[in-house]
């Protein structure tokens, strides 16, 4: 089978499988990269998964998630960090040059503080990051989830915790599901592109109507989005990274996995 070499899948995305049995579908189905989410990762030796990726010809793309930087108190930005520190030593173990951030929220709390929050945080792990030269790709959420998922709703949000922190290793992942209603979309993916900080790309759908505002996205075209021209303004960028298909969907975690791969790669 002729191998995608720019498709890369999520393992959140046919969640149903253990790793083990999605990289072999994933290698078996010609996708060329792979998005590993941290609990694919529990109870395995996280090298090892690695060398396996591997030696199927899949390419590590990144660890998903790390972030949730804000909290009330202390302790729990503190302890927020040593998980990102944790995310940092798996991801160097993995092999995944990337870290992709959700930067967290707490509700209550001013959207400025959180958003302050999550530079510091950004900022005191850094040096770890540095270390083990791994970038930190904060991805905008959709404001539906500004109460407590992410103080990082717009590609602008992003882009200025960037300016501020003023790093190479810091960029932003771009998710259509969250950006795709933003009026300031292009000029932002252009002044992303244009400071090299556009560091990941990932595919979905918006269904209409949503039925579950987590778990109901969709399988590309299958929604609202204008997916081509989205696609065209981050490839106008110079962006040649993998288009990385991310679908949280009860209704298709609920199908024929192998139905829902063969979908996914003739979506493309």
């Avoid at 252009?190 to 109901?216: Q, S, V, Y």
């Amino acid at each position: 089978m002729t191998r995608d070499s720019k498709l890369c899948i999520h393992t959140i995305t046919t969640k149903p499988w253990p790793i083990e049995v999605a990289m072999d579908k994933y290698a078996a189905a010609g996708i060329g990269g792979i998005t590993v989410w941290r609990q694919a990762l529990e109870g395995r030796d996280i090298a090892k998964v690695g060398d396996d990726l591997r030696s199927r010809d899949l390419e590590i793309v990144s660890l998903c998630r790390g972030g949730f930087f804000p909290n009330k108190t202390p302790e729990g930005r503190a302890a927020a960090s040593e998980d990102n520190r944790l995310a940092i030593r798996e991801a160097a173990a993995l092999g995944a040059p990337m870290i992709v951030l959700v930067c967290g929220a707490v509700p209550g709390q001013p959207l400025a503080e959180s958003r302050k929050q999550i530079a510091d945080g950004i900022a005191a792990v850094l040096p770890l990051a540095e270390e083990h030269g791994i970038r930190l790709a904060i991805e905008p959420l959709h404001p539906m989830y500004a109460d407590d998922r992410s103080a990082v709703n717009t590609m602008a949000s992003a882009n200025a915790i960037c300016d501020l922190l003023d790093h190479p290793l810091v960029g932003i992942a771009a998710d259509v599901y969250h950006i795709w209603w933003d009026p300031d979309l292009a000029e932002q993916i252009r002044i992303t592109g244009e400071k090299d900080r556009l560091f990941a790309f990932h595919l979905c759908d918006w269904m209409t109507p949503t039925t579950d505002l987590l778990n109901d996205r969709g399988l590309m075209g299958e929604g609202c989005i204008d997916l081509k021209g989205i696609r065209a303004m981050v490839e106008a960028t110079g962006f040649t990274g993998f288009n990385e298909v991310e679908i949280f969907s009860k209704r298709w975690w609920s199908a024929d996995q192998d139905e829902f791969l063969a979908r996914i790669v003739g979506a493309i």
